[in-house]
């Protein structure tokens, strides 16, 4: 677990990456889960941070593909937590897969690691869904997180501004393994190439990404190199 920003951490689960938030009044919000079987990485996050399991509030989900939602049935079997994602891929996260298809982002990188690592016919645990969020709806939780909807690399897929751009969770928008870039793949890239403007075009101090490491102040200059005019 590495601290982001004041009360916010990244949490490996698995090459993809959890995002805990803890609220001024204490809560605590956990935005995706990892792939399967990384969910004793959140419970010793929590330990960490002399929290118990039952503490984690909420499991907010960027978008339903396997290294997201993979730990989301143990981690809110053991927390009770309440879970939140866009409508349109709900019917996924309820079912475990399979998932829609996609396509590899170009660059060597993404080809390789497309290939390697997205597996679109093997379930996951299903989890339930309790609260379905959109575009614009500001979530009363940790403070304050704000949907946007940004589509492509899932139809379903959300970034989240915490607390008025102290931190943008850009989720599978992009990643920044080897600087800020691609996702390894898009269901739609012209749509997906709108979303990472649109982010672009935001205000914020840090940056947090599925894959890779975050950005912990001055996000905005880096994220703008890369997508401000993406193509």
């Known amino acids: 677990m590495k601290k982001i920003v004041e009360k916010a951490w990244l949490v490996p689960l698995g090459l993809a990456n959890g995002v805990l938030l803890e609220g001024d009044d204490g809560e605590l919000v956990l935005v995706d889960a990892g792939f399967p079987d990384h969910e004793a990485a959140i419970f010793d996050a929590l330990r960490t941070l002399d929290r118990e399991p039952q503490e984690l509030r909420h499991v907010v989900f960027t978008h339903a593909h396997p290294d997201h ?5 143990a981690i809110v079997a053991r927390t009770g937590a309440k879970t939140w994602m866009h409508p349109a891929d709900v019917r996924i996260a309820e079912s475990g897969g399979p998932f829609r298809p996609m396509s590899s982002s170009p660059g060597l990188v993404q080809k390789i690691g497309f290939r390697l690592f997205w597996r679109p016919n093997e379930p996951v645990a299903p989890i339930r869904i309790d609260e379905q969020i959109d575009d614009g709806d500001m979530l009363p939780i940790a403070g304050g997180l704000e949907v946007i909807h940004t ?10 501004l915490w607390q008025n751009g102290r931190l943008l969770i850009v989720g599978d ?10 996702p390894l793949g898009f269901e739609d890239r012209e749509q997906g190439r709108r979303s990472q403007r649109q982010l672009a075009s935001l205000h914020f101090e840090a940056a947090a990404f599925g894959h890779g490491r975050a950005i912990p102040r001055d996000a905005v200059p880096r994220i703008r190199r890369a997508w401000g005019s993406s193509t």
């Not at 589509?151 to 989240?160: D, E, Q, T, Y």
């Not at 928008?173 to 691609?182: E, F, H, L, P, Y």
């Open 151 to 160: 589509p492509g690399h899932s139809a379903g897929h959300v970034s989240l």
């Open 69 to 73: 939602i993979g730990s989301a049935a």
């Open 173 to 182: 928008v992009g990643s920044n393994v080897a600087g800020v870039s691609d």
